[in-house]
Structure formats: structure tokens, C-alpha cells
């Protein structure tokens, strides 16, 4: 389950800062714009008390959590999408990544170079949603042109992806974020391939001074974004002076929404030598979430045994959920819940 984070932003604007922050690294975050050129990419631990509960059960040798893949992309800058700054290899990256963090400035620290010279987040945030939007429409008109041969492509297929490409580019002409743009499922389905940066799911983080709490330029921040989509956290998180604890919850409450934002649950194996927390896709199948720890898992599928997480709390071992008809044998279509306790059963 390789699914990515992107940390998006201004230049010099706390993304390699808080990168570090997540995944415990220490890349380079210095005072100057394009301090990151090429992407870093690092492991965010996912904090989940359920696992320290089974510990107490059943006192393992190990104990793995499970991480969410988060990459720190180079800054964007005005006329990014027409090549600005490296600026299409940049968007290029985002496109890779299944989620964004956008990073929002509202640090008034002088002597923290800003690239347009103000502190103006309202401002920043346009610069990069246009870079965003302008990136999408290239990709529609580009595809829109492309002359297919029917002898290689099925035309019902291509001719459908246009109307779908017409009505995306109709939209972002507009202004507006795919994400806001009505689209079945199916029609998502043929454009995916294009890796639109204006449908992946965002969250916004606000780089803020300590006393910044009820600051003007924050509340019109906060403000502008409450009607918009997305989910915004506020953590005060770069302050050396901020309490350890505090800063340990709020760096888990971020990576725990971008778990959620990558649509992501977790289900548990457990054992004697290890417990294991392991992520899947919510709403798949037993099949497709053996997968995870293995592809033999899914070959050789036979039955999963699964133990809801509170019935195992409750009976504390494989046996005695079972004794109380609280273990299920579960075919390969079971559509796996979040906090399972699963024991595949394979043979290859
Ligand atoms: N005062 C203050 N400085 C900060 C804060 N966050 C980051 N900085 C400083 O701002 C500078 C830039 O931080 P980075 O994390 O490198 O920024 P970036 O967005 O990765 O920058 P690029 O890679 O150049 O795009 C560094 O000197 C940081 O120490 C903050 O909240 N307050
Ligand atoms: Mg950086």
C-alpha cells in the first residue's frame, strides 16, 4: 500500500519544516526559496491507542505500526505552469501523490525571506490554487487535441473521455477546483489517468506565530477557508518553545487526517511474536486486503478468520471469541471493517 502525501506551498514557507516534523527526519530547512528541489520522501507513523490496548493483552515480542508516505515538494511560484522556477517538473510531482498538504504562511518573522515580499496567506493561497488550476487545464487541452487512431483505440472509449475532458475544462475555465465539479464515479474512472491536481483531496496547514491567536490575517484565513471543503488544523507546531507534549499530539492529529483523507483504515493481525497494524483501502474486499501483508495472501486465498476489535478486547484470545461465537469465517468478498483482527488462511 504505497499511497502518498504531498506537502505543497510557497517557497519558504515550514513545508521541509513540518516534513521533518512527520517523519522524524531532518532534511535541509534553511531560510532561502528553493531550499528543496528534489522531492523528499519519508514515513509518518500512525499513532493508534487500539494497539496499545492489544499489547496489554497480549504482550508480543513487536509491536508495527503503520505509516503514511509523505513526499516535501519543491515550492511553487507564479508562472509555475508555464515552466517558472522548474515549475511544471514540480506540478509534475504533485500529480504523483494521492493527497496534499498546502502549506499556509502566516508568520510575520522579518528576517524569514518571503518570495512576494508581504504576509498575505489569502494571496498565497490563489498564487498556488491558479498554478494548480492552470496545470489541469494544460492537461485537458493537451489530451482534447490528441488525435487517437481508432484502429489502436476502441472510439465509444475515447470519445467518451473527451466529453468527460470538455466538461472538466469548461469548469477549471471557471476558476474552480475539479473537486467541486459533479462527476459519477464512472466519469471518474476515465479521467484518473490524468491525475488531476485540482480533485486531490487537501488540507491546509497554517505556519502561525505562537501569539498569533486572534490576529486579523488568521480569523480572514480561517474565515475564508471554513467554506471551502477542505479541513484546516492549526498546530502551532514549529515554536521551540511549544510544550513537547502538545506538539506530539498535534503532529499525530495531522497524520491521522491524512490517513483519513488517503480514504485509508487499519486492520490488525495478532500474534505472540508480533501485533501489527496494517492499512487498506476502506471498503475492500477480504481479497484485495490480504494483498497487503503479501500477494500470496490473495493467490492462495481460502478464508479469513476475523475477530472484531471490541470482541477481542472483551475475550482476549482467539479461542475464547471463538468459544462465544464472536470469531467469523469470512469468504474473500467480505468487505473488511476498520479495526478487524484478521488471520488469513492460505495455501499456495
Ligand atoms: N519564525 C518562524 N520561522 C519558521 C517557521 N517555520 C519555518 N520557519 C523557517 O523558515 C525557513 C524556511 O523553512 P523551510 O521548512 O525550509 O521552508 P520550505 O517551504 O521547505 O522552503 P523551500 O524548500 O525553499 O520551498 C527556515 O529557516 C525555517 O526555520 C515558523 O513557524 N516561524
Ligand atoms: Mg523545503
Known sequence: MSLKCGIIGLPNVGKSTIFNLLTNLSVPSLNFPFCTINP???????MDDRLLELEKIVYPEKVIRTFVKIVDIAGLVKGASQGEGLGNKFLSQI????SLIHVVRTFQKENILHVENKIDPLHDIEIIN????FSDIE??????????????????LVLQEKKILKKCLLHLQKFSFLKTLKLSSIELSYIKRFKFLTLKPTLFLINADLNQKNNILLNKLKDFLKNDHTQMIFPHLFHKNQS???KNNDISKIIRSIYQMLNLETFFTVGKKEIRAWPFLKNSRAIQVAKVIHSDFSKGFIRAKVISYLD????KSENHAKK?????????????????????????
Open 139 to 156: 492537461v485537458c487541452e493537451k489530451n482534447l487535441l490528441l488525435k487517437k487512431n481508432y484502429k489502436n483505440f476502441n472510439k465509444d
Open 244 to 246: 513537547k507534549i502538545k
Open 312 to 315: 477481542f478486547i472483551k475475550y
Open 40 to 46: 523528499n520522501i519519508g514515513f509518518a507513523p500512525v
Open 130 to 133: 491558479t498554478e494548480l488550476i
Open 95 to 98: 500529480s504523483e501523490v494521492d
Open 324 to 348: 462465544f461465537g464472536k470469531l467469523r469465517l469470512e469468504g474473500k468478498d467480505y468487505i473488511v471493517h476498520d479495526g478487524d483482527i484478521i488471520h488469513f488462511l492460505f495455501n499456495v
